[in-house]
């Protein structure tokens, strides 16, 4: 069993940014492929990023390319969500989660879901 607690989150104005953490903990996450989703209100919940454990490879929605970035501290157990420029539309709560490959991090199918954090982006 694996659990994830996502933290970070917090109110910034439009242009600011945030860091999100992943932290891990229970059974090995060193071959998990981990993301980033975020559920704004009334919405669907969408895939933001994720990355591979083993090689560091990553993966971003076009919405969010060149603005966040995903990193992670395999020491720590720890994933990283580094998000500059935000805007107002970035306002969601924020899901950690753990898969056994990226395809199924990047297709919302993930073993293990953190409890959310909310980022709020003023105008």
């Known amino acids: 069993q694996v659990q994830l607690v996502d933290s970070g989150g917090g109110l910034v104005p439009a242009g600011g940014s945030l860091r999100l953490s992943c932290a891990a903990s229970?059974?090995?996450?060193?071959?998990?492929?981990m993301g980033w989703f975020r559920q704004a209100p009334g919405k669907e919940r969408e895939f933001v990023a994720a990355?591979?454990?083993?090689?560091?490879?990553?993966y971003y929605a076009d919405s969010v390319k060149g603005r966040f970035t995903i990193s992670r501290d395999n020491a720590k157990n720890t994933v990283y969500l580094q998000m500059n420029s935000l805007k107002p539309e970035d306002t969601a709560v924020y899901y950690c989660?753990?898969?056994?490959?990226?395809?199924?991090?990047?297709?919302?199918?993930?073993?293990?879901w953190g409890q959310g954090t909310q980022v709020t982006v003023s105008a």
């Open positions: 989660a753990a898969g056994q490959t990226a395809r199924t991090v990047v297709a919302g199918t993930g073993d293990y």
């Open positions: 229970g059974r090995t996450v060193r071959n998990y492929a």
């Open positions: 990355i591979t454990w083993d090689f560091g490879s990553t």
